[in-house]
């Protein structure tokens, strides 16, 4: 920390030099900064996982993201169908072995 009570800015090539201090400093004092054009912060993983949401899984976000109250027309799948449905009329040797 500098004099005035902020937390200093490393250089990359400090970080680099000092990376165990970086960590050290990250543990112990809180986020550490590195670089001035393109920043980045150093902060311990319990941290982050603190204050980020937790993970979802994709099935779970698609459960959770479905779209509501869509007045979707579902078609009876019981019914003669008269639309055309591609490759039907293919045989396997049609699709190759490639």
């Not at 970086?22 to 912060?41: D, S, Y």
């Not at 779209?67 to 019981?78: F, K, M, T, V």
Request: net charge negative; charged share 35%.
């Amino acid at each position: 920390m500098s004099a005035d009570g902020s937390h200093r800015t490393w250089t990359v090539a400090e970080a680099k030099a000092k990376l165990s201090e970086v960590l050290r400093l990250a543990e112990e004092e809180g986020p550490q900064r590195i670089g001035l054009r393109r920043p980045f912060v150093v902060v311990p993983e319990s941290l982050w996982r603190e204050k980020s949401p937790p993970e979802k899984h994709l099935g779970q976000w698609l459960v959770e993201n479905m779209p509501r109250g869509a007045n979707l027309e579902i078609p009876d799948r019981h019914e003669e169908s008269h639309r055309e449905i591609p490759f039907a009329d293919w045989d396997d040797a049609d699709w190759g072995d490639d």
